[in-house]
């Protein structure tokens, strides 16, 4: 429980950091701007294709007869639109980071900057920095798509599909989220994808606790959008916990003036 409240403290915290240093703030609306554009023309074209597509896709049920033909297609079509929403809330971050990769890991550097001590930098030229930033969230987001068919046939389950599957759901979101907003510190600090998943393993319900609330509040478009700057901010203040070396005890029978230097 302590770790889903420091998860949840690092979010509230980079909100406030983000608010309160108002350029970078606007700097990190921009690519989360532009990526809602897209998904919200996306996601009203799902919400008027799919009845045709749940029809094309259910044709063994034209001939059944009514309630029975309403029920199955409009069960579907409200799964298949949880669907698209569930995946819109896992991208919309990785596509924002991918599209907004200069000025976040600028924030991300800022953020290290504001809290004193070292700021790593990749030394990567950008076009590097891009590949691994969309390779990496490719990755990431496979991960997703396994989850998320998954949890789309369990939906199916009565009563379990109507409760369970959306409360896994938004923790399945949360936790990839998290994932994808730290990969901008750790990959300034040279950490690969494996070692990044398994630092955030070590600390899941710190993961749980920063990410679940951002992803019940992505559900809100526009506030995904003022959102953004500020869950970098977090997410750095977060790797700075997860990366920090621990301090150097006391070597147990000697006194500190006999300690080797």
Known sequence: MSDLGAGLGYLIKGQRWAFGHGRWFGFGLLPALITLVVYT?????????????????????????????????NTLVALVFILGIFLAVITFTAVTLLIGQPFYESLSEAVDR??????????LPLWRELWISARDSVRILLRVAVYGVLLFALGFVPVLG??????LGFCVSGYF??????????????????????LL????????????PLALAFLVPFVAVLLM????????LLVRDLTAAPEDPEPAGEPPALRKS
Request: net charge negative; glycine share 16%; charged share 20%.
């Open 114 to 123: 504001s809290e004193g001590g070292e700021v790593p930098e990749s030394g």
């Open 162 to 167: 109507q409760t369970v599957v959306p409360a």
């Open 229 to 236: 700057p500020g869950a970098v901010a977090g997410a750095t």
């Open 177 to 198: 989220l998290s994932q994808e907003l730290t990969s901008v510190a750790l990959q300034r600090r040279g950490m690969v994808l494996k070692d990044r998943l398994a």
């Open 41 to 73: 023309g996306a996601l009203t074209g799902l919400g008027y294709g799919a009845d045709d597509f749940v029809a094309w896709a259910t044709p063994f049920a034209d001939d059944w007869s009514s309630p029975w033909l309403g029920l199955l297609r």
């Open 201 to 212: 393993r070590g600390r899941r319900a710190m993961a749980l606790g920063f990410g679940v």
